[in-house]
């Protein structure tokens, strides 16, 4: 699969405020900073199509994207980062809600959890993972950042992810186009 082009759709404070699109949509989860906005910036080789930022926890909203290809068209949903202790404990409640709501009532093809290879899986990590599990919801995981380790590394943190969360785990990094094809051809398969 090859990507044509992408658009920005919508931001929304929550699940009731986005349209239905009626197209394969997958959410984006994981901690605030791991790079998941730079990781659609990447795929859809368009620098500032969602916003990064050094300042972890800014975006508070789902940010949607439709992403046109040679074959189906999909959304990626790009999903306020979790465990931010910047905020209020009642914001972060609050937020906690609406991103299961999403979650839960939404029609994804799957979530993908992202995990940055410079760090150990962290608790709320594998708390959501254990929330998803318990939700039957499907989840791939990406390890961002690989251009901070070395390739056996990226190899064996692969290995555990997929030991430790059951679920399929793919390399990816914002500094090196290389991963890109493996991770449009696993969603290509997801799609179907
Ligand atoms: N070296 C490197 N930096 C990255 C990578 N992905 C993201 N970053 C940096 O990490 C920071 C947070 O990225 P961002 O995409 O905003 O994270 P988000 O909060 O998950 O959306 C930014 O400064 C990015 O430039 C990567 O693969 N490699
Ligand atoms: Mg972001």
Redesign the pocket.
């Known amino acids: 699969m090859k990507i044509k082009s992408a658009k920005f759709l919508i931001s929304s404070p929550n699940l009731k405020l986005c349209p239905e699109l009626n197209l394969p949509e997958f959410a984006l989860l994981?901690r605030?900073?791991?790079?998941?906005?730079?990781?659609i910036n990447t795929l859809c080789n368009q620098l500032k199509l969602a916003k990064?930022?050094?300042t972890?926890g800014k975006t508070r909203l789902i940010n949607l994207f439709e992403i046109t290809t040679d074959s189906k068209p999909f959304i990626l949903a790009d999903l306020p980062?979790y465990g931010y202790a910047k905020v209020s404990k009642s914001e972060q409640d609050s937020w906690q809600k609406n991103l299961e709501q999403y979650l839960l009532k939404r029609k994804l093809v799957s979530t993908i959890q992202?995990i940055d290879a410079r760090h150990e899986i962290q608790k709320n990590d594998i708390l959501m993972q254990e929330w998803l599990k318990f939700n039957n919801i499907p989840c791939l995981n990406i390890l961002?950042?690989?251009?901070?380790i070395s390739r056996n590394e990226v190899a064996s943190k692969l290995a555990k992810i997929e030991k430790e969360f059951q679920n399929k785990a793919l390399a990816?990094?914002?500094?090196n186009r290389i991963y890109v094809d493996g991770v449009l051809s696993h969603l290509s398969s997801l799609i179907g």
Request: proline fraction near 4%; include cysteine; aromatic fraction near 16%.
């Open positions: 994981g605030s900073n791991v790079g998941k906005s730079t990781f990064t930022s050094n972890p980062g992202f961002t950042k690989c251009d901070y990816f990094s914002s500094k």
